[in-house]
C-alpha cells in the first residue's frame, strides 16, 4: 500500500510544532491519541529527538502509520498502539499526550472517556495538548468553521465542531486544567490542560 497522506498534516505542522517546542521541552514521553496518517508523529518526533513519541490510533490506522515509522527509522518514534478510546489503554507512564484534529470525529461519549482515562495514563503534571477547530459560547468562530461542522454533522450524527467551554468542563471533572490557547491557521486553536493544575 501507499503512504497515506494528509495536505492538512503538512500544512499545519509547522505552527503546531513551534508551540510545542516550548510546552514539551521538559517532557520525555508523549502519547499521540489519533495519530491518523503519522505524518505529525514523524515530524515531531524528529525535531524533538528527546521525546519518545508513541503514536497510537484505531488498528485500521496501523498499517498506514507503520509505513511513516518504516521510513523515517528514527529512534523515538516505537512500533503505535491500538487505541479504541473506549477500550484498554497503554499503562504509560507517559508526561504529555497530543491529539490532532479528533474531538470532531468522536461521539462526545468518546471524548469525556478520553479525557477520564488520560488522568489515569499520564503523571501528575501531565500535559495534554489539543489541535483543532472549537466553537466560542456554541457558537462558530468563523464562517468556514460554520460550514465545517455541516458537513461533519450531515456526514454522521454522532461528529461535530465541539464548544470549548463545554470541553474544559469535561477537563476539569477528571483533574485537567487549561493552561494556554493559543491560535493557529484556518481558525484551529492549539489548547494546552495540565494535569493536577490548581
Known sequence: ???????ACERNRGPILAAL?????????????GSGTGQHA?????????LRWQCSDRAEQLP?????LDEA????????????????????PYDAAFSANTLHIMA??????????????LVPGG???????FHRDGRPTSPSNAAFDARLRAQAAHMGVRDAAAVDALA?????????????PAHNLLRLWRLGAR
Open 21 to 33: 517546542r516550548e510546552w514539551f521541552a521538559d517532557r520525555r514521553a508523549v502519547l499521540e491519541i
Open 1 to 7: 500500500m501507499d503512504r497515506p497522506f494528509s495536505a
Open 73 to 92: 527509522a528514527l529512534p523515538n518514534t516505537p512500533p503505535p498502539l491500538e487505541l479504541d478510546v473506549g477500550g484498554t489503554w497503554p499503562r504509560g
Open 127 to 133: 500535559l495534554l495538548a489539543v489541535y483543532g477547530p
Open 42 to 50: 514523524v515530524h515531531f518526533a524528529a525535531a524533538m529527538p528527546h
Open 172 to 184: 476539569r471533572l477528571h483533574g485537567f486544567a487549561l493552561q494556554r490557547e493559543l491560535a493557529m
Open 64 to 68: 498506514g502509520i507503520r509505513l511513516w
Open 108 to 121: 462526545w461519549e468518546d471524548v469525556a472517556r478520553m479525557f477520564e482515562r488520560l488522568a489515569g495514563a
